[in-house]
DNA sequence: CTGAAAGCGCTAACAC
DNA sequence: GTGTTAGCGCTTTCAG
């Protein structure tokens, strides 16, 4: 029923091809020809058919954006950002959700593989093995994971942890808790290191707890452990955790930041909003999500010149975070 | 490079429409064939181009799904069950975002088109008239808005709304404000319609605040108009709205909900989490994600005897509601 | 039950 | 600068 390639040229009296270009290489194509192609075009509402070009050429202009959870907070802002810098070179934008399931994960990509000219792979959950196999199928770009021989945009978790701790040890904490997050997240190493160096080079005890399930309950369960280290200050694996940590703290009747300081990673819309505000550190998702699309559209280009994005991070002080207690 | 139908073919010594029955008509071919043929298309890592497919078929197994905003937290939700819905059904999901313009909604469509099935318009800022016209070129599914003709998914804002007040009236509150958002919004005023019946229908006053946009801004700016209106009541548009009034009233040293209570709409992560939690009507967005696929994707059934769904919401109660404050 | 042939909408050499 | 031809990967008549 819509119009094709062969009703315009019909119309405008010129052979296919000639419409094809007038599309895909106006350039090619005799201004007065082109004016009146184009005129026939708009006339009958004709627009590309890109799955049938995309046969031809071998690019689709798709992108495929693989999260583990889309209504996780994190998310959302690093979809947007990618959708809209794609659609602005022309992409369109695949969405699919894993319910960070790695199974899931591969099936996708499997799956999108041939609709689409590559994959953003936000926080896999596959192995390294298993994203390398998967990227001789489709040009992958790992995001939130550094992944040896593929182009990867990750946070810079170390500096952020850094700042987080002397951020604390400047309030004159002593005594640090690390709320970890879940196991294998190569993020909550990164975080685990930095912060482990960083307390031992200014002197303050570090205490370490975990693994734990990345989410709001992850945070509330471990208030009691936390507690119990006798830490004045946590720094959590990310605001889910962090809120989740002040709820359970307080039915305990721990006071935040008074009796013990709070901060979070991530700078979600969250943080903002919960009493007390959340001292965080702010990642730059949007910045991701669009570095992600660009390293993928740069494929053909130096690609291993660019292959890791670093992006800087920055603490944002709130509320959750104060003076450590005097002992008096 | 990666294996074509053809492949399949040579290796497994059948003719290629013989592999394709194999994939999209398996009962039309011989058990022992089929067998070896899937046996070689493993062998492979064959896979059926979908985009290939469609070009003869006419079916994509993609879906759009165009949003006003990704971030808003209203939608991840939506676009998550979605998702996973349609996933489920072997569909693929384009996943778009408008800013909020409506050329961009147009543009989008149109774009998309000839890649899907059918395009889910979520709160679509478009004009009626302009919706019907796309709806000529791609099978459309309007959520969160009644379009004459075309099926679409909606939330019972009457109903919140009325619960929404009928729990502010038992509350002993006389003098309600009700915090309208944006103009031309079907679900504005839909719960301006039937909030203002309620209220009569209970003998309280009701003080209709608005237009304003749908976010925190909207509610905060509000505060000392709310003020002004003597009312110790608010419901506001949606939860945006609500926690920034929240923020304003808290500037402005009016208490919720001991001098002014306060209710919102759409039960987002957010209510939750914010102190005081909020009182808020959930409206089940999950759920309007997989209706607008499943009407999407029963096309050509008898679309039209179901050709609105009305969701019903349901009234949480948490703790920016209370009693209204005795005049002495 | 399987093969042969045509063609979906489009682009890409290659002629003219 | 434009027409001709072949064919991307697949499905679908139609024969056999």
């Known amino acids: 029923m819509p119009a094709t390639i062969r009703d315009v040229a019909k119309v405008s009296g010129v052979h296919v091809s000639t419409v094809s270009r007038t599309f895909s290489a106006p350039h090619l194509v ?3 020809t082109r004016a009146r192609v184009l005129d026939c075009a708009e006339q ?13 050429t071998g690019r689709t202009h798709n992108i495929g954006l693989i999260v583990a959870d889309i209504a996780n907070p994190f998310f959302p802002p690093l979809i947007k950002a990618a959708e809209t810098h794609a659609r602005g070179r022309d992409y369109h934008l695949f969405i699919a959700d894993t319910n960070e399931d790695a199974n899931v994960e591969e099936e996708l990509v499997l799956a999108l593989a041939k609709q689409v000219d590559g994959v953003l792979l936000c926080s896999p959950r596959m192995s390294n093995t298993q994203i390398e196999r998967l990227s001789r199928d489709v040009p992958l770009v790992v995001v939130n994971r550094p992944v ?11 500096q952020g942890a850094r700042l987080a701790i002397e951020h604390l040890v400047g309030l004159g904490h002593t005594h640090i808790a690390l709320l970890g997050g879940p196991r294998g ?10 912060a482990t160096l960083t307390a031992r080079t200014a002197s303050v005890e570090l205490t370490v707890l975990g693994p734990n399930p990345p989410n709001e309950e992850g945070g509330s369960g471990q208030a009691e452990a936390v507690i119990r280290t006798g ?20 039915s305990a009747g721990v006071a935040v930041p008074t009796q013990i300081s709070v901060v979070g990673i991530d ?26 699309v660009d390293m993928l559209l740069a494929h053909g280009d130096d690609r291993r010149t660019t292959a890791l994005v670093t992006l800087q991070t920055e603490l944002v002080i709130r509320n959750s975070s104060g003076p450590a207690p005097t002992n008096i």
Not at 148 to 158: Q, R, T
Not at 267 to 292: E, I, K, M
């Open 185 to 194: 997240s190569w993020t909550n190493r990164e975080i685990r290191r930095s």
């Open 231 to 250: 830490a004045t200050a946590v720094l959590a694996y990310n605001d889910l955790m962090a809120v989740g940590l002040i709820d359970g703290l307080d």
């Open 30 to 32: 005799n201004p007065s």
């Open 267 to 292: 700078d979600t819309a969250l943080s903002r909003r919960t009493r007390p505000t959340l001292t965080t550190v702010a990642t730059p998702t949007a910045a991701a999500g669009r570095a992600a």
């Open 44 to 56: 009958l509402g004709y627009r590309p058919n890109r799955a049938a070009r995309a046969l031809i």
């Open 148 to 158: 040896p021989g593929l182009p990867a945009v990750v946070m810079d978790h170390a």
